[in-house]
């Protein structure tokens, strides 16, 4: 399958660092997107960036996609301690390219950021 | 106040009994989809749909059943056939963009 590898499993940050999740695929995209999901909770989603786009800004939160190394990173900058969640990469790679919903997911990376 | 609706929130059942999960959105979003969520793993899709009266199964479709017959409602129905149904559902839509979540109801077998 297609699942997505996210890394590291787990980090723990002290407030006013900045934050760094990889995440890995195994093959061509459509897009990928990244989710927050607090303990219990739905997902929201953060950002998305398409194949042919290579980063993407949003707030504190910067995204890299280098579709040749089938990778992507996630940077949040001056993180906060209600930054802490799990926070997910999901693929798209629905050959119609259209749909942005059946998605893959990684097994996500929780964040801890520590007041 | 548009938005993605799931109901309950907490749903318990008893071993051998069907039970359905709700989901409704008023997005206006052709597309919806389930997902299940275990104990510290993403998100596994379960069925989706892209349009009314039509959906296909997920990686994990055995043991449940979906119906599309409105564009706003996307019922999940858990069977006695699912070995292992306690878990976190999760209820997606998309158009344009998304998909969206909606808050999950986490079942539990008892």
């Known amino acids: 399958s297609q699942q997505g590898e996210e890394d590291p499993q787990a980090l723990s940050i002290q407030e006013g660092e900045n934050a760094t999740m990889n995440c890995s695929y195994k093959?061509?995209?459509?897009?990928l997107q990244w989710y927050r999901q607090n303990s219990g909770r739905g997902l929201v989603h953060l950002i998305l960036?398409?194949?042919?786009?290579r980063e993407k800004h949003s707030g504190r939160l910067r995204v890299t996609l280098d579709t040749s190394k089938k990778s992507s990173s996630l940077l949040i900058t001056a993180s906060r301690a209600a930054d802490t969640a799990s926070y997910f990469c999901?693929?798209?790679?629905?050959?119609?390219?259209?749909?942005?919903?059946?998605?893959?997911f990684g097994q996500g990376t929780i964040l801890t950021v520590h007041p | 106040d548009g938005g993605i609706t799931q109901s309950p929130k907490y749903l318990f059942r008893k071993e051998g009994q069907n039970v359905t999960l709700s989901c409704e959105q008023n997005?206006?979003?052709?597309?919806m989809y389930w997902y299940r969520q275990d104990p510290g793993q993403g998100l596994r899709l379960i069925y989706y749909s892209q349009i009314v009266n039509d959906f296909q199964k997920g990686d994990i479709a055995e043991g449940y059943s979906v119906s599309r017959e409105k564009k706003e409602s996307f019922p999940l129905t858990v069977t006695s056939a699912q070995k292992n149904p306690t878990a976190f559902y999760l209820c997606a839509s998309s158009g344009r963009g998304g998909p969206f979540f909606g808050q999950g109801t986490r079942l539990t077998v008892v």
């Open positions: 960036i398409r194949s042919n786009e």
């Open positions: 997005l206006n979003h052709d597309a």
């Open positions: 999901a693929t798209d790679f629905n050959a119609g390219g259209t749909s942005y919903g059946k998605l893959t």
């Open positions: 093959t061509s995209i459509n897009n």
